[in-house]
């Protein structure tokens, strides 16, 4: 069973950039997409960006200018950075696998706190 | 942009079914999927294209998906099912779309 661990800065200055990593453990990274996914505190969830294991990548619009997401298949391993934070930008952030053949996100990890703060 | 509309808020007695919807724009031509998440967890999925559940999900959750809506039905509500329940689908530029999220309350 593939796990995943977000892991991470939990305090960022705002105007600087947000670094999380998400490591998968039992099983290849390969043949999966993988979601970010934040949600601020009583918030519903926001979608982030979505990676391949060929490292293609695809962003939501409204982050777009701001998000870069990368793959490392050799540490089974994806990282999320997000440039310029603001207090917006505090949440839970999440990663989370796609499992193509349920077009749904069915693994997610256990999710990590950034609060965006001087 | 595509947009799902849940109910913020979804009441329901103990061992009664509970309806929660989902609504967009012929959302019946795409894939819906559900997710629950307890306070201080991380979401799980319910149900997924539009009616199926994952392995150790209970019976008592399903779904449909037709026209406008979507919807998560839960048979026999326990109060261990109070949560706050997402719908999700993907966008004509396979972008992720969530709903705004609805809070069940079994009372």
């Known amino acids: 069973q593939v796990q995943l661990q977000e892991s991470g800065a939990g305090l960022v200055k705002p105007s600087e950039t947000l670094s999380l990593t998400c490591t998968v453990s039992?099983?290849?990274?390969?043949?999966?997409?993988f979601s970010w996914i934040r949600q601020p505190a009583g918030k519903g969830l926001e979608w982030i960006g979505r990676?391949?294991?060929?490292?293609?990548?695809t962003y939501n619009p409204s982050l777009r200018s701001r998000v870069t997401m990368s793959i490392d298949t050799s540490k089974n391993r994806l990282s999320l950075k997000v440039r310029s934070v603001t207090a917006a930008d505090t949440a839970v952030y999440y990663c989370?696998?796609?499992?193509?053949?349920?077009?749904?996100?069915?693994?997610w990890g256990q999710g990590t706190m950034v609060t965006v703060s001087s | 942009s595509y947009e799902l509309s849940q109910p913020p808020s979804v009441s329901v007695s103990p061992g009664r079914t509970a309806t929660i919807t989902c609504s967009g724009d012929?959302?019946?031509?795409?894939?819906a999927c559900w997710y629950q998440q307890k306070p201080g967890q991380s979401p799980v999925l319910l149900i997924y294209?539009?009616?199926k559940r994952p392995s150790g999900i209970p019976e008592r959750f399903s779904g449909s998906n037709s026209g406008n809506t979507a919807t998560l039905t839960i048979s026999g509500t326990q109060a261990m099912d109070e949560a706050d329940y997402y719908c999700?689908?993907?966008?004509?530029?396979?972008?992720?779309?969530f709903g705004g999220g609805t809070k069940l309350t079994v009372l």
């Open positions: 990676i391949y294991s060929s490292g293609s990548a």
């Open positions: 039992g099983g290849s990274i390969s043949s999966y997409y």
């Open positions: 294209q539009d009616s």
């Open positions: 012929k959302l019946g031509d795409r894939y």
């Open positions: 999700h689908t993907w966008d004509g530029s396979a972008e992720v779309v």
């Open positions: 989370a696998k796609t499992e193509p053949s349920l077009s749904a996100f069915d693994i």
